[in-house]
């Protein structure tokens, strides 16, 4: 049996300026793919499983890209072109596995999954098993939906399930391979623009124990709750719950969908600006020792599209006298970082430190910073997809009126203490730590911190959702409409196979 993996994998921020290009993205190819093995994500969880199961793995193409601005089509046109060929050439296979994430737009395509997987659906045909594995940021259609025999979303936000999902997938494609049977997708969509939420604790983890009850009491293969990317500007963004089954799920995903609407007071988030957000941190410092507070800039989350350079959280900090007792991990700023490489550890430069990508992230920061440690910012994840290496190009450690920042070069947000650690920082020394990410530090910091508190400064992150211009739908959907309601104003939005 051969299982062909191939995928492009982006998730499109569509309020970035700018667009996403070829040079931005990741690509491995063919024998490359396998040195995924071991790391504790979609790719490295598919290439262990089909090796496990002594299935002949066929590694087609993968491309992978910060999450960022609308794809060119030139861009996209390159890469699903070659992805096509490689596909082709490897005929004949008996099942393909997709990693994709589900918020993909291109320029003149909203939905890019969808048009991917329908134009290998025609390459392979009507029998070829088909299934993909997605993040459960992904806003799903029935396109993506229709040519596929299996949707499989992560269940966890952090994502620390994606390599169970996608050994949960293999599984599925050998079993449907094997007995001749395929499994069909029903797809319901909620006029819901999530706010970022954790499936850890709270809301969000009450919402997904009621969706892996569903699962576990019906006779499916899969039910995948989709969380949505609401920063996305086309006309299918939005929440929905995707069943995966040999029978009609129709029924079971309008009862799934309906306990998540019902549940979405639940979802809005508490919104403190900068100032708010330290104020709450210093009234949580109990002087135990017990931790760190964490204050995690949600609205400045590269891992969402934003830049990773805004200087909201930190000018209040600097503002605050922290001096000592506080560190910042970390800013995306690659010429404050050549500059304090260039200058060496010991040395004190003037910086104008972040605030150069747009005037809503804040202004620069202008300041005298002495340089205490470097690092070339090479790392292993440990938490959320541990094993699976981060390149964050030139690292420093500078000391700004006492408080710790930490830069670098390359953008993505704070997944766990590798860049505190890599500069020398350890962040149980502090009683507050600031950091750039919605969610996923959480697969670090939740066992360290004596409490998280959530800042929401301006930024193209933000959970202030209502902020965000609709042009592509004219739905109505919480929470930016009062009168957004499911299904009786959104007959069109419940879609079903």
Known sequence: MRIALAGIEHETNTYCSGQTELTDFYVQRGEKMLRAAG???????????????GVEVAPILHAFAQPSGTISAQ???GLKTELLERLSDAAPV??????????GVVDGIPDLEGDLIAASRQLLGADTAMAGVFDLHGNITQAMASDLNGVFACHEYPHVDMHVQSS???AHLIEMVTSGRRARCTVVQ???LMPTTTTFSGPGKRALASVLAAEAENDVVDISWFHGFPFTDVAHVGSSVVVTSYADGA?????????IWEQRESFRPDVLNADQALARAQSLLDGSGSGPVVINETSDNCGAGAPGDGTHLLRAMLAADLAGRACFGFVVDPATATQAHSAGVGSTIEVRLGGHTDDLHGAPIEANAYVKALSDGRLVLQHMYAGAPLHLGP???????????????????????????AVGIDVMRYDIVALKSSNHFRACFESLASAIVTADTPGLSTNQISVFERQASSVKYWPTSDDAAWPADAPDRKIVI
Do not use: K
């Open 39 to 53: 790391q504790q994500n979609a790719l490295g969880g598919a290439v262990d499983a089909c090796l496990e199961s």
């Open 75 to 77: 861009a996209y046109d």
């Open 94 to 103: 008996d099942a393909v596995l997709w990693l994709v994430h589900g918020a």
């Open 168 to 170: 949960e997938a293999v």
């Open 190 to 192: 909620l006029p819901l």
């Open 251 to 259: 029924s079971l995903a309008q009862q799934v969908a309906q306990d």
């Open 395 to 421: 690292m420093a450690q500078l000391l700004i009126d006492g408080l710790d920042v930490v830069v670098a070069s390359r953008r993505s947000q704070t997944f766990d203490l590798e860049p505190f650690l």
